[in-house]
């Protein structure tokens, strides 16, 4: 099993920034890629960014495209999503989750889940 516990999520105004952090830990040789989902309250949970352990490939959600950017430290297990120039829209709560497919964007290919951090974006 892959455990995974994200951070940084915050109460913050249009326009601010914020840093999320995904720690990983277990079976982390398992797991191929490494995505950002978010859900807002009512809605289902919706694919954000992804990232592969090897070679760094990424992939976007069309609207965090030029806003968001995914990282990842190897050595530390860890994924990132920094987040520019955010949206009252971006609010929701955001989760990582690990898949063993390269770079994938629906929920259903990734097995392990974080528990969440809020985001809340104020106009």
């Known amino acids: 099993q892959v455990q995974l516990v994200e951070s940084g999520g915050g109460l913050v105004q249009a326009g601010d920034s914020l840093r999320l952090s995904c720690a990983a830990s277990?079976?982390?040789?398992?797991?191929?890629?490494m995505g950002w989902f978010r859900q807002a309250p009512g809605k289902e949970r919706i694919f954000v960014a992804t990232?592969?352990?090897?070679?760094?490939?990424?992939a976007y959600a069309d609207s965090v495209k030029g806003r968001f950017t995914i990282s990842r430290d190897n050595a530390k297990n860890m994924v990132f999503l920094q987040m520019n120039s955010l949206k009252p829209e971006d609010t929701a709560a955001y989760y990582c989750?690990?898949?063993?497919?390269?770079?994938?964007?629906?929920?259903?290919?990734?097995?392990?889940w974080g528990q969440g951090t809020q985001v809340t974006v104020s106009s």
């Open positions: 989750a690990s898949s063993r497919s390269l770079v994938p964007r629906t929920p259903q290919a990734y097995a392990y």
């Open positions: 277990g079976a982390t040789s398992s797991s191929v890629s």
């Open positions: 990232i592969s352990w090897r070679g760094g490939s990424t």
